[in-house]
């Protein structure tokens, strides 16, 4: 089956700073998102983006299907930020059909 | 507000006991799926559900688990009997029916199997 590959895994950064999440996907895929799990556990979709690029308020998202890659930017951070950062897609094959698997996360510190 | 409403929130059982999560997913999605997730890690997918078929459900232990979806409105996940290992929070999401299945997810039951 398809392989969702997330980087970094852990990410510590100051208030105020920029950073850029990575999810890879070994092939062809119908549809990505990513999502962001608070503190408490509650798991916030932020993008659907398939392709293309996507944007809202301070977050954006890139996904070069050709590449097999997706980029999730995140400027001018704030301590809400803090969680884990996951990637989730759903192959392009017929055998895997509406089946959405997700990576194992970037956890994401923003320090005051 | 549209939401996917998962019961119990939480669960604290012995071992050997039969555990039944139920989620409500939201109303005209057409899939729904169990995630599983174990200390803050990766969500790890148990079954999931399109038109209340059965897709998938290899990621489940299957001497233990069961889930069905008897109706549109619920979902229900068992494991029968449960062990410390499968403590967890078990999570529900459902996909709307536009093709794009983007997925809106139920707050979780924490389930503890002492």
């Known amino acids: 089956g398809i392989q969702v590959e997330q980087s970094p895994p852990d990410l510590i950064l100051q208030e105020g700073a920029n950073s850029t999440l990575r999810c890879n996907f070994s092939d062809s895929v119908n549809n990505l998102q990513w999502f962001h799990q608070n503190p408490w556990g509650q798991l916030i979709n932020l993008f659907y983006i398939p392709s293309g690029t996507k944007q809202n308020g301070r977050l954006s998202a890139t996904t070069v299907a050709t590449e097999r890659y997706s980029l999730l930017y995140i400027s001018s951070s704030q301590t809400t930020d803090s969680g884990v950062y996951f990637c989730a897609v759903e192959g392009a094959w017929s055998s895997s059909a509406s089946k959405i698997i997700f990576g194992s996360g970037t956890r994401l510190s923003i320090r005051p | 507000d549209a939401r996917v409403t998962q019961t119990p929130r939480h669960k604290v059982t012995e071992m050997g006991q039969e555990v039944t999560m139920r989620c409500q997913p939201i109303?005209?999605?057409?899939?729904v799926f169990w995630y599983r997730q174990t200390m803050m890690q990766g969500l790890e997918l148990l079954a999931y559900f399109r038109n209340r078929a059965p897709l998938d459900d290899s990621g489940m232990p299957k001497d233990r688990f069961s889930a069905e979806m008897p109706d549109a409105t619920l979902a229900t996940l068992k494991i029968q009997p449960s062990e410390p290992r499968d403590s967890a929070v078990y999570f529900c999401?459902?996909?709307?029916?536009?093709?794009?299945?983007?997925?809106?997810f139920g707050a979780g039951s924490r389930l503890t199997v002492l």
């Open positions: 109303l005209g999605h057409n899939t």
């Open positions: 999401a459902s996909g709307n029916p536009a093709g794009a299945n983007v997925l809106t």
